[in-house]
């Protein structure tokens, strides 16, 4: 489990499919499906740690994207 490709398969085995329109909404969508497959004990706790790491990692990444993409409008 290394990208948010990888969590997007995870997610398909379940039947759970995601896409909301915005990268950022996904990741956290992703997040939030993420917690359920975990708390009805569907996946165990090293791959949820797994996944959890890989989507922080995105949505810090996808967030300071946003930033800078932000500034760039101001100027």
């Not at 896409?19 to 996946?43: C, F, N, T």
């Amino acid at each position: 489990m290394k990208t948010l490709y990888d969590v997007q398969q995870l997610l398909k085995k379940f039947g759970v499919y995601v896409y909301v329109g915005k990268r950022i909404w996904d990741i956290e969508l992703m997040a939030i499906e993420i917690d359920h497959l975990y708390q009805a004990g569907v996946i165990d706790a090293k791959l949820y740690a797994r996944v959890k790491v890989v989507l922080n990692h995105e949505h810090r990444v996808e967030a300071a994207h946003e930033q800078s993409a932000d500034g760039d409008e101001h100027r």
